[in-house]
Each structure stands twice: as C-alpha cells, then as structure tokens.
C-alpha cells in the first residue's frame, strides 16, 4: 500500500510541540471558561517606568478580558520589588499613578476588580517570615530569573531582598488565595516556588492553600525602537501613555533595515517584523497581508501604517485616560479602596495561617 506522505506546502513556519506549561495553561484557559466566577487571578505591574505597548498587548488586555468574563481580577502595583535591583525607589508616587491610570483608561472597572500596593498591606508582608522558613537557601540559590537578574543588575552587591523576592511574590499570591497567575516565562521559576510553599504548608499544617496555576500569556515579542526587547526601564518603549505625536516621533525614530522591499520575516528581519506585527495587533489583521500591502514602500510607508495604526487604535483609551488625569482624587481613591479590600483578605489569611501553625497567637 502507498501512502502519500508530502509535506503540505505552507508558507507558515511550523510551530514548536507544545510544552507542558502552555498545555496546563490551554487546560486552565477551558476551566475559567467554563466556571469564570471561581477563579481569583492576581497580577501586576512593577512601579518602575511607564506601561507600554508590549505590556498592552502582552497582558494588559488580557486583564480586561478576564475582568469581562466574570473573573475576580487583583492588580497588584508591586511597589516593595522596587528596590530589588536599584538603591531606591524614585518617582514611585508618579509611577503608580501612571499605572492607575493606565488600568483605568484601558477598561480596569474598580466595582468588579481591585487594585493595590504592597505596602500599604502589613499583612501580606508579614507572610513572608512562615514562608521564607519553608524554602532553603539551595532552592533561592537556583531560581534562574533572579540569577539572569543578578547578572544584569547595576548593583555590585547582591541584597537579601533580591534573593527572596521570589518569597515575596508567593506572599502577594497565597495572601489573597489567588489561583490564577498569568506569566510570561520569566516568571514561571517564581509560579514554582509559590506552588512549592503552598505544598510545603498544607502538607506540614493542614491544607490552607491552594497551588496556583500559571497562565501563560501569547506575548507577542515586540521590539523596542532599538531592536532590542521593549522594557520600561529602557529608553526603547513606547508608552501607553505618550501622545500621538511623541508615538509618531517614536516611532519615526525605530531601526530598521535597508530592504526596501518590506516583509514579514521575525527571524531574519526581526526589527521590521516588529512594526508589522505591531500594525497587525492594531488592525487586527494578519502580519504577511500587511507586509504585503506596503511591498516596496520601504521603511518610510512602513513607520507611516504602523503609526496610524496605533494612533488610532488607542484614540480612546488616550480620550479616557486624559479624563482620569482631570481627577487624580478619583484615580488615588481606587487604589485606597483595593487596598482596604487587599488588607481583609490578607488579614483573614494570616489568622487562617497563625491558627493554622498554631504556635502563633
Ligand atoms: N515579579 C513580577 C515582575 O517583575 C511582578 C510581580 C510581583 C507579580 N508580584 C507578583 C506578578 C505577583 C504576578 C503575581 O513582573
């Protein structure tokens, strides 16, 4: 018998086998579908730069859609990480309010979700003393994301905090009893460790906790304007919150490179496949049709659709978010009442964990 086994012929480039945590993540995507209101996701930004369009369509949207179905959202502003890997926290204040705004213009509705910082939660820190006694040194030692963060921090001296923060992020998660993390693969090490630590409790204190689950977001790998991977501590991002005109300079100011003739090629052309991929994500539309359709108009065709693309694609959140700006009162007492709600929940975890060891009254 013969069978015919030719290739299909696809333009497309074959995609990877899945790995175990994108198919656990797959799982977990039909699971909230199926049942939102059970879920409790918690999430959050950093203080430390302005959000941008990477964060936009790497997570930022993803909230909204979650919020929408029905899921308990938590956004954490993780201010305390802050001084991880710097000496102090500058401009935290004008950061957070950014980030604030920035939740709220995009669709963050504080009457179903919830916002808060760290510090303002005692609680939630206090955590972290039972948890840090249930991991070793070896185990900090090991986590490959803050070693990548040693190696690239400005700092000449490793601090306990940028050892432990991986501790840390299990207290924001396990205080609330969030179940839910949407991650990018960075921070899968972290994801572990919290599952490790609420393992390592329920089994020597009885089950308090439950083991949560990492989300993985589709991140699309946007470039900053320097070719390099965008990052709000870069000076390579285009922020959420620049007007048209600063994204338009931005983006004018991008690399490209000299083939006139523009494609979709993320291997071999990552740069210009960038900004196609940005104009795609704006028009929702596929990545090789707009290539396409600039064809030999160069870089200069290029920057012009990618810039109309985004321009327009965020005309009204720029709208919202100019009107949130009016009322900074407004916009802070969101963040106090997350946090009012962030302490009971975290207050009410600590009891549980104080009865819990028993030793502690
Ligand atoms: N470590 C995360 C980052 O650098 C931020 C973060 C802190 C976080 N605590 C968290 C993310 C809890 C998810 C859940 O991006």
Request: charged share 25%.
């Given at each position: 018998?013969?069978?015919?086994?030719?290739?299909?012929?696809?333009?497309?480039?074959?995609?990877?086998?899945?790995?175990?945590?994108?198919l656990r993540s797959a799982d977990l995507e039909r699971r909230i579908a199926q049942d939102p209101a059970g879920f409790r996701v918690l999430t959050?930004?950093?203080?430390?730069?302005?959000?941008?369009?990477?964060?936009?369509?790497?997570?930022?949207?993803n909230r909204v859609r979650l919020q929408d179905l029905g899921v308990d959202v938590i956004v954490l502003?993780?201010?305390?990480?802050?001084?991880?890997?710097?000496?102090?926290?500058?401009?935290?204040?004008?950061?957070?309010?950014?980030?604030?705004?920035?939740?709220?213009?995009?669709?963050i509705d504080?009457a179903r979700s919830t916002?808060?910082?760290?510090?303002?939660?005692?609680?939630?820190?206090?955590?972290?003393?039972?948890?840090?006694?249930?991991?070793?040194?070896?185990?900090?030692?090991?986590?490959?994301?803050?070693?990548?963060?040693?190696?690239?921090?400005?700092?000449?001296?490793?601090?306990?905090?940028?050892?432990?923060?991986?501790?840390?992020?299990?207290?924001d998660i396990l205080s609330c009893k969030g179940d839910v993390v949407p991650v990018?693969?960075?921070?899968?090490?972290?994801l572990?460790?919290t599952r490790?630590?609420a393992r390592?409790?329920n089994?020597?204190?009885?089950k308090l906790f439950p083991e949560p689950e990492a989300l993985l977001s589709?991140?699309?790998?946007?470039?900053?304007?320097?070719?390099?991977?965008?990052?709000?501590?870069?000076?390579?991002?285009?922020?959420?919150?620049?007007?048209?005109?600063?994204?338009?300079?931005?983006?004018?100011?991008?690399?490209?490179?000299?083939?006139?003739?523009?494609?979709?090629?993320?291997?071999?052309?990552?740069?210009?496949?960038?900004?196609?991929?940005?104009?795609?994500?704006?028009?929702?539309?596929?990545?090789?049709?707009?290539?396409?359709?600039?064809?030999?108009?160069?870089?200069?065709?290029?920057?012009?659709?990618?810039?109309?693309?985004?321009?327009?694609?965020?005309?009204?959140?720029?709208?919202?978010?100019?009107?949130?700006?009016?009322?900074?009162?407004?916009?802070?007492?969101?963040?106090?009442?997350?946090?009012?709600r962030a302490?009971a929940l975290a207050?009410a975890t600590?009891?549980e964990?104080?009865?819990?060891?028993?030793?502690?009254?």
């Amino acid at each position: 018998m013969t069978t015919t086994t030719a290739e299909p012929r696809s333009t497309e480039p074959r995609t990877a086998p899945a790995t175990t945590a994108e198919l656990r993540s797959a799982d977990l995507e039909r699971r909230i579908a199926q049942d939102p209101a059970g879920f409790r996701v918690l999430t959050g930004d950093r203080p430390t730069g302005a959000l941008h369009l990477g964060h936009y369509f790497g997570s930022l949207r993803n909230r909204v859609r979650l919020q929408d179905l029905g899921v308990d959202v938590i956004v954490l502003i993780p201010d305390y990480q802050v001084i991880t890997d710097r000496d102090t926290a500058e401009r935290l204040g004008e950061y957070t309010d950014g980030l604030l705004l920035d939740y709220l213009a995009l669709g963050i509705d504080p009457a179903r979700s919830t916002v808060f910082t760290h510090s303002a939660v005692p609680a939630l820190n206090q955590l972290m003393l039972p948890f840090l006694s249930l991991v070793s040194v070896a185990e900090l030692n090991r986590n490959p994301t803050v070693k990548d963060e040693v190696a690239h921090s400005r700092q000449s001296t490793v601090s306990g905090l940028m050892l432990t923060y991986p501790v840390h992020q299990a207290a924001d998660i396990l205080s609330c009893k969030g179940d839910v993390v949407p991650v990018g693969l960075d921070q899968l090490p972290h994801l572990e460790l919290t599952r490790t630590i609420a393992r390592r409790f329920n089994e020597r204190y009885g089950k308090l906790f439950p083991e949560p689950e990492a989300l993985l977001s589709a991140a699309p790998l946007l470039l900053g304007t320097d070719g390099t991977k965008m990052s709000k501590s870069r000076a390579n991002s285009i922020p959420l919150s620049a007007t048209a005109d600063e994204t338009a300079r931005l983006l004018k100011g991008a690399t490209t490179d000299a083939d006139r003739h523009i494609t979709y090629d993320p291997d071999t052309r990552p740069n210009v496949a960038s900004l196609v991929l940005l104009a795609a994500l704006c028009l929702e539309r596929d990545p090789h049709e707009v290539a396409a359709e600039i064809g030999d108009g160069g870089a200069a065709a290029l920057k012009r659709t990618v810039t109309d693309a985004v321009n327009s694609h965020l005309e009204r959140f720029r709208a919202r978010r100019a009107e949130y700006a009016k009322d900074l009162t407004y916009v802070r007492s969101v963040l106090r009442a997350g946090n009012e709600r962030a302490n009971a929940l975290a207050e009410a975890t600590l009891d549980e964990v104080r009865e819990a060891m028993g030793a502690f009254r």
